[in-house]
């Protein structure tokens, strides 16, 4: 059987009960190769277990999954390191997983029998029985083999697991470039320091004008000259000159201009 930390913790419990002759037994069955199927879900492991006198058994080990809160605090924890999920992505669980979850205050595996549910269909009184020690065995290689059973077994499968991490990596990056992203550029109501509704620079005020001089409403007309515009037979800028005498004269109080034949 391989020796690995996973499998060692997880019997080192359970072999500190020190039933040596149910243990035995139990170590010879999953040699033979009596256990026909060990089946890991949330909480819950099954195990089907041939016994010597050709009986088939279930045997069920019961474990306390982690809350949704806990699995959300694992997961931020193990998004924020990338090599905590470069090992998940090569089927390996982080070295430092333990710590990780001391640091919530909880374990990877029960540290205690209290903290588990043994139960057989076998008459036996005794528990764990040599069905269940069976199945612990070859549930430890299991472990070994596919760490993710474990986690499966605490309430969290690969997939799941892996999809939560990339959402918060993705998440991560999302804020890291909304932190970078500059300032956008000024904008015609913040030029100068000023806002929209604050007025700009005051303008030079205009020249005076000179005594008697007659300023001309129609002046804009002559830039026309330089390109004449006709409708019909009239001339715009000759049909606009004598409006733009009519309203000048108007607003000086001079009787309006008479039109030339």
């Known amino acids: 059987m391989p ?5 060692q913790q997880f019997l080192g419990m359970l072999e500190s009960l020190r039933m040596g002759t149910t243990f035995s037994a139990g170590r010879r069955y999953a040699r033979a190769g009596q256990v026909r199927s060990v089946t890991v879900s ?7 277990v041939v016994d010597e006198d050709g009986e088939t058994y279930r045997a069920r080990i019961g474990v306390q999954a982690y809350t949704a809160a806990d699995w959300a605090r694992i997961e931020r924890a193990l998004a924020g390191e990338a090599i905590h999920a470069a090992k998940l992505l090569a089927g390996h669980l982080p070295d430092n997983l333990e710590r990780i ?39 430890a290689e299991e472990f070994d083999a596919n760490p993710f059973a474990i986690l499966a077994w605490r309430g969290r499968g690969r997939d799941e697991l892996l999809e939560a991490l990339r959402a918060h990596r993705v998440s991560a990056l999302a804020h ?6 500059p300032d956008p550029a000024p904008t015609s109501h913040n030029l100068g320091g000023g806002t929209f509704w604050e007025a700009g620079p005051r303008l030079d ?9 007659l300023r001309r409403g129609d002046a804009i007309l002559d830039q026309l000259d330089a390109l004449p515009l006709a409708v019909g037979r009239f001339d715009v800028a000759d049909v606009l000159r004598a409006a733009y005498h009519t309203v000048t004269h108007r607003e000086a109080g001079l009787p309006p201009r008479r039109r030339g034949r």
């Open 176 to 181: 890291i470039a909304r932190a970078k992203r």
């Open 101 to 139: 979850l001391a640091g919530f205050g909880l374990s990877l595996f029960p540290q205690s029998l209290s903290e588990i549910v043994l139960d057989c269909s076998c008459p036996g009184w005794q528990k764990p029985c040599r069905h269940l020690t069976a199945a612990c065995y070859v549930l």
């Open 3 to 7: 020796e690995t930390t996973w499998s």
């Open 42 to 48: 949330t909480s819950i492991v099954t195990a089907l």
């Open 205 to 213: 005020p205009p020249e005076p004008e000179v005594p008697g001089a």
